[in-house]
């Protein structure tokens, strides 16, 4: 497990909810749904009543005894303990805008859940892509690893300039960002939900009111 295991607990009731909302919403988005007794547990944490590490000890008890399989099935086990690791990184002050973070995020997202030799690593332009809604990029140069595309894509974006608030060329930026690396597949799976995690963190980082501007996305979504 990586150093995200011991975070500080975050207890600002508003950011707590953000975070579980970012948590099952792109986790539905991608088809993980989280059981009911996931999302009754995150709003007993929001409140202060249990702490992640319950949490997480709870749903492993509830998929593991078959006696509670009603409070989580093998179809929602996925969706319910990635809400909770996107919690945990959300929570976390720290960030990196580095190929090796994506990388450990990906690995700390699905620890025991893909395979070993599939977690943390980005795959060889030989391997099958992940199909998301976003597509593929079918034009994409095969002479570069993706780790070297990942790199050039990261120096692109650290020359752009934001303003704050976000205007509509700047959402504009950030949803072609989003969709480039979520195109290009970096990994064989889980690529929304691990760029997603990185992307917000990453305007966190650089000053963003995060909760605020996922608003903008949204509502420019909306119009457009």
Avoid at 39 to 55: A, F, M, P, R, Y
Wanted: net charge negative.
């Amino acid at each position: 497990m990586t150093e995200y295991e011991k975070i500080h607990e975050v207890t600002d009731t508003a950011k707590l909810t953000f975070y579980w909302g970012v948590g099952i919403i792109l986790n539905r988005t991608c088809g993980y749904y989280p059981s009911q007794y996931m999302v009754d547990l995150s709003q007993k944490h929001v409140d202060g009543k249990i702490t992640l590490e319950e949490i997480d000890d709870m749903i492993k008890d509830a998929f593991q005894n078959k006696d509670l399989h009603e409070k989580v099935s093998a179809d929602n086990y996925e969706g319910d303990l990635l809400s909770k690791r996107i919690v945990e990184l959300m929570s976390d002050s720290g960030f990196t805008f580095s190929p090796v973070t994506l990388k450990t995020y990906h690995e700390y997202l699905f620890e025991d859940i893909m395979e070993k030799e599939d977690i943390g690593r980005f795959r060889a332009n030989s391997e099958k892509r992940e199909e998301t809604f976003i597509g593929i990029n079918t034009n994409e140069d095969e002479s570069k690893t993706i780790d070297e595309k990942i790199q050039t894509m990261l120096q692109e974006e650290k020359k752009y300039r934001y303003t704050y608030p976000m205007n509509n060329e700047d959402i504009k930026h950030v949803l072609l960002f989003v969709g480039g690396l979520v195109q290009l597949s970096p990994f064989v799976r889980g690529n929304i939900r691990t760029v997603s995690v990185f992307v917000i963190k990453y305007l966190f980082s650089i000053g963003f009111d995060v909760d605020a501007t996922i608003a903008q996305l949204s509502d420019y979504l909306d119009l457009n």
